[in-house]
């Protein structure tokens, strides 16, 4: 198992940045694929980022160019580097893991069984 806490949520302006961290638990870090999600209100839970072992990187096209989410596996830490920010952006973001080992990168909350407690983002117009 895996225990998830991010960090680094706030208030920002549009067009501004923030910085999202998700520290995990254990020893096993380096071989999780990691991935954050975001939900806002009224809304499904939707994929933001991915990041596998290898380090090779996944977005949807509504954050890529904005959006970079980068691991630290000394630290047990992934970021997600938010830049150009929108009022759409607003939500709560969660950071996740799949079973250890999984193969493939999942895209979908299905993929995922561990799950931060989550930090919100409020972006403004």
């Known amino acids: 198992q895996v225990q998830l806490v991010e960090s680094g949520g706030g208030l920002v302006q549009a067009g501004g940045s923030l910085r999202l961290s998700c520290a995990a638990s254990?020893?096993?870090?380096?071989?999780?694929?990691m991935g954050w999600f975001r939900q806002a209100p009224g809304k499904e839970r939707e994929f933001v980022a991915a990041?596998?072992?290898?380090?090779?990187?996944y977005y949807p096209d509504s954050v890529k160019g904005r959006f970079t989410i980068s691991r630290d596996n000394a630290k047990n830490t992934i970021y997600l580097q938010m830049n150009s920010l929108k009022p759409e952006d607003t939500a709560v973001y969660y950071c996740?893991?799949?079973?250890?080992?999984?193969?493939?990168?999942?895209?979908?909350?299905?993929?995922?069984?561990?799950w931060g407690q989550g930090t919100q983002v409020t972006v403004s117009s």
């Open positions: 990041i596998s072992r290898s380090e090779a990187t």
């Open positions: 254990g020893r096993t870090f380096s071989r999780y694929i």
């Open positions: 996740a893991a799949p079973p250890l080992d999984r193969i493939g990168v999942p895209t979908t909350t299905r993929g995922y069984d561990y």
